[in-house]
């Protein structure tokens, strides 16, 4: 849905124009998964896929928010109500971004806000911090508060971790609020600091498919905090800040210090082998050789599958079909237990890379697949 319909939407919705729209991307991370709260690496880029929101100001205390793809008219919030973990429906992700603006000393007095959006939700295709992005840079922009696209990333973030109540990182508020066309996003998360890579497939005649599994994940659960706190414990047990302070060539002496702890030393040899994997994976970008990152990804997923315990035999059959006929590498995206898989290719052999998955899940009797061509698209911007 483009930014006309859904001025329309709101006009109708609340019988006056709104002051601009909006929209924020979903992504997919390349690789760097369950790094970015150890303060490591990692390297997502935007989908073409939108949280579009048509926003005006109030100065009466009130939010009223209202999404196109769900049932019932606007919910009505006091803004001098809205307080962490009261609220456990999609509201909570707008609301918090609110609460965490005015938390962090900004003067928000209230806002319409009517939303829809192409991103799939549960699929691992980060749709919350897209709804949370999308509203921070139209309170951002409307409220004149100067915030650059990282600080509003740090507020969404917040808004998840404490006003929603999960324990994320801020790998996908970044890469929607930061992302450019044509690149992936090199982040490092312990400062922030970015590098835009380009990221041009179609110029090497190759194709990267994003291939959801149609396994609804959730974050609030239990296991992805697990694994947060287990990291933790690494960390702490080795005497460092995070994980990320652990390089490539200690790895077999921090494994050796762990003996006794055999969980967490699978959680460290994932998180330490990972940040190498994607520092290697930024170099081979940056001397233009796409096609060598194909194992890298494949071995990212052996470690998220055998160390870390984060995919689910649906994501993993993804993956071994798609090696198995011809891929050039291919692994699961995003926090895992679900959602979707990424798979890099030959661009000829698309159609018969996505029949080979498709049948192998009829074979399997799993909910079928849904399969489209991700190409590096633009970050947060306002439409109109
Ligand atoms: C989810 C979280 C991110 C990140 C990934 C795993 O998408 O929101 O912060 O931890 O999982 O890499």
């Known amino acids: 849905m483009g930014a006309l319909e859904v001025r329309e939407g709101f006009i109708e919705l609340y019988g006056a124009e709104p002051e601009g729209v909006w929209a924020a991307p979903g992504r997919v991370n390349l690789i760097g998964e369950h790094t970015d709260y150890n303060d490591g690496f990692v390297m997502p880029f935007a989908l073409p896929h939108v949280t579009t929101a048509a926003v005006a100001r109030r100065d009466d205390g009130v939010l009223r928010l209202h999404s196109a793809d769900m049932p019932g008219g ?42 829809t959006s192409t991103v799939p939700t549960g699929a691992g295709l980060s749709s919350s911090a897209a709804l949370e992005v999308v509203v921070a840079l139209a309170l951002n922009d409307l409220y004149a508060l100067g915030l650059k696209g ?10 998840e971790n404490v006003y929603v109540g999960a324990p994320t990182g801020i790998m ?34 190759l194709c990267l498919l994003v291939v959801d599994t149609r396994v609804e994940h959730a974050h609030s659960g239990g296991e992805y905090g697990r694994r947060r706190a287990g990291c933790e414990k690494g960390a702490a047990l080795l005497g460092v800040d995070a994980l990320r302070d652990i390089p490539h060539d200690g790895l077999d002496a921090a494994l050796a210090e762990l003996a006794g702890e055999e969980e967490v030393a699978r959680l460290v040899r994932h998180v330490v082998s990972e940040n190498a994997r994607a520092e290697r994976v930024v170099s081979l970008l940056e001397s233009g050789d796409i096609r060598a990152i194909g194992p890298i990804l494949t071995e990212g997923h052996a470690s998220l599958r055998d160390d870390f315990r984060v995919s689910c035999p649906e994501l993993d059959l993804v993956v071994d079909t ?3 006929s011809g891929a050039l590498g291919a692994r699961m995206t995003g926090g895992g237990f679900g959602g979707s898989a990424i798979v890099l290719t030959d661009s000829a052999d698309v159609p018969t890379l996505t029949q080979a998955m498709e049948e192998a899940f009829t074979k399997a009797a799993h909910t079928p ?15 109109a």
């Open 74 to 115: 606007p919910v009505e919030l006091r803004l001098d109500e809205l307080a962490p973990e009261s609220d456990r429906d999609w509201t909570a992700y707008p609301a918090g971004v609110v609460w965490a603006l005015r938390e962090a000393g900004h003067e928000i007095t209230g806002a319409d806000v009517h939303l």
């Open 150 to 159: 990282w600080r509003l990333a740090r507020l969404c973030q917040r808004a």
């Open 172 to 205: 996908d508020q970044t890469a929607s609020a930061c992302c450019e066309a044509g690149h992936a996003l090199f982040l490092d998360t312990r400062d922030l600091s970015q590098r835009q890579i380009p990221f041009d497939l179609a110029a090497e005649g």
């Open 322 to 324: 798609a090696l198995a």
């Open 369 to 383: 697949l849904r399969v489209f061509e991700a190409v590096p698209a633009a970050g947060a911007r306002r439409l």
